[in-house]
Each structure stands twice: as structure tokens, then as C-alpha cells.
């Protein structure tokens, strides 16, 4: 793998960024006059070499992403953590109060 490689060579450093996606993954290297960005999907790794002459622009936005996990984990609160505690009994207190303790601090 090119990025273990990569850890070793002086001229390159890495960069606190990680992408990953369902089947796929990405991290990022700064060399001297140029950005590397690896992206590992399945059994390949395709590499892109940005160079900081060609960049004319960065752009920030929000997105909506937030919304969806955060819908995610408040499902998942509801269901592991509600329904055992409708059970009734000490273990469905515990088990709803490990779940709700898991889950709830994710939406904050």
C-alpha cells in the first residue's frame, strides 16, 4: 500500500483529513509544491496529484449531511433505547439505559 509508503518518506506529510465513503476510502498528503490525494476503493488505489500553482480557489459550504446522521441516531436511541425500557423489567432498564447512554450523545 502506496499510503504506509507514504508515512515514511520525508517528503510528504499527512494531512489531519480522511474520506471515506460506503465502499471507499481517501486520505490526503501535502508534498513540497503539491497535494496527494489516495483513494483506496476495494482493491485499487487511484492517486490524484494537485499542484498549489493550478489551485485558484477553495470553497467551504454546509451541507445537509448533519441531518441525516443525526435522524439516524435519534432513531437508534428510540428503537434500542425506548423499547427496552417499555419491557418493564430491570434488564430492559439496562439495557434501554446502555442504549439511550450510546446513542444520545451522538445527536449533540
Same mark, same amino acid.
Given at each position: 500500500? =502506496? #499510503?504506509i509508503m507514504l508515512k515514511d518518506d520525508p517528503n510528504y506529510?499527512? +494531512? =489531519? &483529513?480522511r474520506t471515506t465513503g460506503i +465502499? !471507499? !476510502?481517501a486520505s490526503y498528503w501535502m508534498g513540497k509544491d503539491h497535494l496527494l490525494i489516495v483513494v483506496l476503493d476495494g /482493491?485499487?488505489?487511484?492517486y490524484r496529484r494537485i499542484y498549489f500553482r493550478d489551485i485558484q480557489s477553495i @470553497? &467551504?459550504?454546509?451541507?445537509?449531511g448533519w441531518l441525516f446522521f443525526g435522524a439516524g441516531c435519534l432513531l437508534m436511541a428510540l428503537l434500542l433505547g $425506548? @423499547? *427496552? +425500557?417499555s419491557a418493564g423489567? $430491570?434488564? #430492559? /432498564? %439496562?439495557?434501554g439505559g446502555i442504549n439511550l447512554a450510546i %446513542? &444520545? *450523545?451522538a445527536l449533540a
Open positions: 500500500m =502506496k #499510503g506529510r499527512r +494531512l =489531519k &483529513l +465502499l !471507499s !476510502s /482493491y485499487r488505489e487511484n @470553497l &467551504l459550504r454546509r451541507t445537509n $425506548a @423499547l *427496552p +425500557l423489567d $430491570a434488564v #430492559g /432498564y %439496562w439495557m %446513542w &444520545l *450523545p
